[in-house]
């Protein structure tokens, strides 16, 4: 369903970079050179939004993208862009420029702001924390010294249950600040054959 919008899109953006997509959020998340900026879903396309672009959005009447977790509403910071965009190549420009320049500063921003607990990093949830406490990591600053494979050594010591390696992947995304599902193809098999010696 989103095939044709997700093409134009990727075509679209090519002159601003790498441009790749993602399954995310019910359709596909557009990054530029690892940083996501725009998403596809139910075929339409939908911009980041930040506090220098949200308000605009709105006077546009563009509408977030809203998804249920667990049953509850999630709205997120992507705005629905109007069909004559298309047409109007140099006002989707700009709009998606300064989309990606506010997904940019995020990023870097998050990158800074290093979370107290390990439940607030990417990837990672209360239920992972407890995981790891009982396993002896129990903060940030000891899962970043143990690294990915270690950690999960100590979760296979310590939990009975069989470990999925998306949780390995987790954890990597998790110390390095990111969603697993960008983990290189070439780190993942670096993280097993680490964990198979």
């Not at 601003?16 to 995310?24: A, D, F, Q, V």
């Not at 709105?58 to 977030?64: A, C, D, N």
């Not at 310590?158 to 983990?183: Q, R």
């Amino acid at each position: 369903m989103d095939k044709p919008t997700l093409k134009n899109t990727l075509k679209f953006f090519e002159c601003l970079g790498t441009i790749k997509s993602r399954s995310m959020f019910g359709g596909f998340g557009v990054f530029c050179d690892q940083t996501m900026f725009a998403l596809v879903v139910n075929d339409r396309l939908h911009l980041r939004a930040g506090q220098q672009n949200e308000r605009e959005f709105k006077r546009l009447s563009m509408q977030p993208y809203i998804y249920k977790k667990r049953g509850f509403p999630v709205v997120t910071k992507y705005y629905s862009v109007p069909d004559d965009w298309w047409e109007q190549t140099d006002t989707m420009m700009d709009f998606t420029k300064q989309a990606l320049a506010i997904a940019r500063d995020d990023q870097e921003e998050k990158k800074t702001a290093t979370p107290n607990r390990i439940k607030d990093l990417p990837n990672l949830r209360l239920a992972t924390e407890r995981m790891l406490k009982k396993a002896g990591i129990d903060s940030v600053e000891q899962l970043q010294q143990e690294g990915a494979v270690r950690a999960y050594q100590a979760l296979q010591k310590s939990h009975s249950d069989a470990l999925s390696l998306e949780l390995l992947w987790a954890l990597e995304g998790a110390i390095e600040g990111k969603h697993w599902s960008v983990i290189t193809p070439q780190r993942r098999d670096e993280l097993l054959n680490t964990l198979q010696r």
